[in-house]
Each structure stands twice: as C-alpha cells, then as structure tokens.
C-alpha cells in the first residue's frame, strides 16, 4: 500500500498529458521504464485501459461504477459463505449426512471440499513472494476464487487460476491508500476524494474479483475440458475390444495450441513448424501453460506486469495469445532448429526471459506486426530481428501441410526427394498416437503445473534419466534384431534366390535347423528382455522405498523432489512393462515412455483385450 501524499503524486502524473483512453494506450504501448503504468498507478490503467470496469474517461461516472461493482460483490460473498461462516444456522431438522442435492448440508460438504481443493495452489502460489505468503492474503485468494467458481460451476476450479488471480491482487493493493494516511484528513480536494474512493483499501478484494471475473470472460475457455464443459468420454469396453475406440472431442485448450502450431506458425514459419513435428514435441505440452496462466510462469513477475499492461491496452479480449505465443517461438527459433527433443522440451518449458531492451513486453509489438503480417516474409522479419539471422528460403513443394484432422485418422509423412537428404522422416504407427493420452487432463494439468521445471534436474541427479534412456536403446536394438530375424524375404521370380531355395530334403533340413535356430535366439532375447525387467523391477523397489521415505519427512522444500520421482517411477514402470512383454510395437511407445504423463496403465487401455496390464 502506499500513502495518500505518494498516490495523489502518481495520480497526478497519470493524468497530466492524457485526456481520453486512446492517449492512455498509446502511452503504455510506448513507454519504456516510466509509463503511466510504472509512474503512475498500474491498477487504475488497467481499470481504464482496458475497458475491464471504466468504459470510458469520464471521472465522474467512477464513483457509481465502483459501488455497483463492489455491493454485487459483498452480497455474492455473503450469500456463498454464509454457511461455511455460519454453519450453526443451518437447519437442525435436517440430517447432516443427508447427500440430497437440496441439503443445506451436502452444500457445505461440497463448498469444503471445493475451499480445500483451492487453498492447496494458494499455499503454493508465488512461494518466493512474501505477500503471497501473509494469511491475510491467501485468505483473499482464497474467497475471490472460490465465489468464482460457485458461480461459474460449468468450468469450476482448475489448477493456474489462482496465478491468474495473484498478479491483479498484488497490482490492486500495492495501489491501495493506507487507512492511516486516509484518516488524517489533511486532504480535502475533490480529487483527492475520488482517489480515496477509487484507492479504498477496504475494497481490495472486492476490485480484484471484478477484474479477474472481467479477464475470466475470455479466459475461461482456457481452462474448459470439451466445448460442453465436461470431462473427455472414456472407450468403451466394446470398442476396445475391437481394436477401436469411440470418437473424443478435444478440449478447447488443445484445438487452440494446434491451431497455433499447424496455422500460425506454419504460416510464418513451415521450418520450425515442421521441425517440432519431427520433434514430437506436442504443442499442448507447453502452450497450455504459456496460455493459462497468460505466460505468468515463464518471465519474472516485474517483468510479467509490463507484459500484461501492453495486452490489456492493446487487447483486452486477450485475441493476440495466440500470435504472442508465435512470436515466442521465433525468438527461440535457432536453438530449437538444433535441438533434440529433450533439449527443445526444456527451452520451452524453461523459456529464457529476454534482456532489455527487448523484453517480454516487446511480444505484445510482435504479435500486433505479425497480425497484419501472418506470412513466411512477416516470420522472416521477426527472426532477423533479434538474431539478424533470416531462415533460409524454403521450397514450395517441402512446405509442411498441416490441416486439421478429424480425431482416429492418422497421417502418413510424405516428403520431396530433396527433404529426404536434409532429414529423418518417419510414418506413424496405426497405434494412438501420444496425444490422446496427453489430451486427459488431470495428468497434463499435473505435469505442466507441478512437475515440469524440477523434472529435468531431478532426474539427471539421481541418474534416472539415463537409466531409462540405456533400457530404452536396449529395448530398441532387441526388436530390431528380432524383425531382422524374423521377417524373410519372398523369393523373387528370375532372381538367384529362386535357385537357392532347397528342393530336396537336405534343403528341408537345413530350412529346419534354421527355424530351431531363431527359436532359440527369440527366447534367448526374450528371456534377456525379463531379466532386464527383473533389475528395473529392484530399482524402482528402491525409488519406491526413497519415497516413502522422504513422505515421511514432507515439507515444501521435498514436495518438488516428490513430484519429480513420482513421474521417475512412472517412466521406470512403462520400461518395465516394454521389456516384459516383446508384443508392444516401440514405435510409438518409445516416444511415450519419454513423456512422463504416460503411465503403463493408459498404455494398455489402448491394447486388445488380450493384453493383461502389468502394474
């Protein structure tokens, strides 16, 4: 909070050259470290800027606004806290465990519930801010969202609503006049009163509800899980039987993290585009959480704010998310280009913050040029921009195409000659591909919330990760040599091979001898395959024992190490389920086993029934 003397300086500042919201925009897009933003007072700039509660310059009408704003929230809070403060008042008539959906009772239950599920981010939230750790502060966080939620129950609570939440409350109370300085009564001015007014400490929460539930109208299809609202359907049992699975509507979430990825940077861009593609490097797996949380994990907090007031000036409909995230991976465009997957994983999920003078600020001016300018020629400038490198000139028969599919149909790689020499290409196996797997969302929203910034480390500390990478190219080698063994080659007509076959009957018993002799070597391998299983098997006896251990001693500093060898077990345990069982193709689970949301259960849910899990 700051005093009254230090506001009406910053109040004034904010209104000394700008007379209407246009000029305020300007002022913001063009500032560079003392806009009205930063000198003046950032809460009232987003209140006007962005048209979340002012619509328009007139100072008089802020005072009407304000209250209508503030008593709907007061009366909202009143009435969906009333009997979790107030839990005497309910009817003593009724029976407590009644699960009635018209039960004062069930209510409470369900609003407990809810209120525990949000205070488990809200401790967690912004932990090296010491504001976010004041009771008083997660207290606020804690109501805000959950009148939320209670009245938006088609989306409900989703994990990354409450670091939506957390940057408008800061911003709001670090504006806020301290009661003391309002007390004095030294001021007097009729605008020192609509500062006070417009500044009320009292109604920090109340301010900070109307803006995010304002931001919320755009952003809540963000945390949708279909376009209903409602979980993804499972297969049924019969279609998995018969080797198919019944239709998925994706969420709304990942339609537009394709659409990113397969039109907006395929158009700006084909060879990045294409690059990822060949990367298996899913663009859900990172855009989620650059959209979610409006890129609040991937810059520091300072700099995140100056990130924000350029969105909201320019467009408070947060339409330009998509073209931000574009212009992020061309600035990002060269490392990826020479990354291998793990790398370029990383690079994303840990995206470098930009050094002045181009700071994250400066996405909001390339996303704005890339609007008017959504070509290959508009690309190339970014690029050459920041790395004064322009991508080389890409033929028009190796641009990548990438139209939408309808889900189940699978897409075979068709590349020219002259693209065959430059890369690796690959045709997809008929098994589903990772992103159905990747596309339930209780284990993403675990993964990008929690896991992934102390994965990496993690694993390579423990030595984790290159033990599953060895058992993988072990696995790898295995059903190569046994396809190599196993497939023969038909004889071909007017060849030498016709010749060689054996017609008489020491040809058949060669012939016979042959097939003992890959008998043998096929269980040789398979039997080298289940011991391999057997000591992955006493590693993760091992993990497993660490963390149980470590359950035992649990604090905030071991909950990312948890995590961390949470999602190690689960990749130990896929391996293990490979090497146990030769029928598995590894050509799609060996992209699966990289990722840690895919755990061995979901990979035989897509198997025919024959197929036992193994757990």
């Known amino acids: 909070m700051r005093s009254l003397d230090e506001s009406s300086k910053r109040w004034a500042a904010l209104f000394a050259d700008i007379t209407n919201i246009s000029e305020l925009k300007d002022a913001v897009k063009i500032a560079s470290g003392d806009g009205p933003c930063i000198t003046g007072l950032r809460s009232v700039c987003w209140k006007e800027q962005s048209f979340l509660l002012f619509a328009n310059f007139d100072t008089s009408t802020w005072p009407r606004t304000l209250e209508d704003s503030r008593t709907a929230y007061s009366s909202l809070r009143e009435h969906l806290l009333r009997n979790l403060e107030h839990p005497e008042e309910l009817d003593s008539s009724l029976h407590p465990l009644s699960e009635e959906v018209t039960s004062p009772w069930n209510t409470l239950r369900q609003d407990e519930a809810l209120r525990a599920e949000i205070f488990q981010d809200v401790e967690r939230c912004m932990p090296d801010n010491l504001y976010f750790r004041q009771p008083s502060t997660q207290k606020m966080l804690l109501d805000v969202l959950f009148v939320f939620c209670r009245l938006n129950g088609d989306v409900g609570y989703r994990q990354g609503m409450h670091e939506l939440l957390a940057p408008i409350l800061w911003v709001v109370e670090r504006d806020a006049i301290t009661p003391e300085s309002v007390d004095d009564g030294r001021h007097t001015a009729e605008s020192d009163e609509l500062l006070k007014e417009v500044l009320d400490a009292r109604f920090v929460e109340h301010d900070s509800f109307t803006l995010f539930s304002l931001v919320m109208q755009t952003a809540k299809s963000f945390y949708e899980l279909d376009s209903q609202g409602q979980p993804q359907p499972a297969a049924s049992s019969a279609s998995s039987e018969t080797g198919t699975s019944s239709p998925r509507r994706s969420s709304p979430i990942v339609e537009r993290s394709k659409h990113i990825h397969e039109d907006c940077l395929a158009k700006v861009d084909p060879g990045l585009a294409d690059r990822l593609r060949e990367l298996d490097v899913l663009p859900q797996v990172f855009l989620i959480r650059w959209i979610r949380l409006l890129f609040g994990r991937e810059f520091p907090f300072d700099e995140l704010l100056t990130l924000w007031d350029s969105l909201f000036a320019e467009d408070p409909a947060l339409g330009l998310v998509d073209l931000i995230c574009v212009s992020m991976l061309l600035r990002v465009r060269w490392q990826l280009m020479e990354a291998d997957y793990s790398t370029a994983l990383t690079l994303l999920l840990r995206y470098p913050s930009p050094g002045q003078p181009h700071g994250p600020s400066t996405f909001v001016d390339d996303a704005l040029f890339l609007r008017d300018n959504l070509t290959i020629a508009g690309g190339a400038e970014v690029i050459s921009k920041y790395s004064g490198k322009p991508p080389g000139p890409l033929q028009p028969e190796s641009r990548p195409s990438t139209p939408r599919r309808k889900p189940g149909y699978i897409k075979k790689t068709s590349v020219s000659q002259p693209q065959q020499e430059k890369r690796f290409t690959r045709v997809r196996s008929p098994l589903t591909s990772p992103a159905r797997f990747i596309q339930q969302q209780g284990g993403l929203e675990t993964f990008l919330q929690d896991a992934a910034r102390g994965f990496y480390d993690q694993g390579e500390k423990w030595g984790v990760n290159k033990a599953v990478r060895d058992a993988v190219d072990e696995v790898k080698k295995n059903v190569q040599g046994l396809q190599q063994s196993a497939v023969v080659t038909p004889p071909v007509r007017g060849t030498q091979a016709l010749s060689r076959l054996p017609h008489d009957e020491g040809g058949s018993i060669q012939v016979a001898e042959a097939t003992r002799a890959m008998t043998a070597e096929l269980q040789r391998l398979?039997?080298?395959?289940?011991?391999?299983?057997?000591?992955?098997?006493?590693?993760?006896?091992?993990?497993?024992?660490?963390?149980?251990?470590?359950?035992?001693?649990?604090?905030?500093?071991?909950?990312?190490?948890?995590e961390a060898l949470n999602l190690a077990i689960s990749k130990i345990q896929l391996v293990k389920v490979l090497l146990e069982d030769s029928d598995l193709p590894l050509t799609e689970v060996q992209q699966q086993v990289q990722e840690p949301t895919i755990t061995a259960a979901q990979l035989r849910k897509d198997q025919p029934s024959s197929t036992t899990a193994v757990m």
Request: net charge neutral; aromatic share 0%; hydrophobic share 40%.
């Open 526 to 562: 398979s039997d080298r395959n289940k011991t391999l299983a057997k000591m992955l098997a006493n590693a993760m006896d091992n993990l497993l024992a660490q963390q149980r251990a470590m359950a035992k001693e649990s604090s905030p500093e071991t909950e990312s190490t948890m």
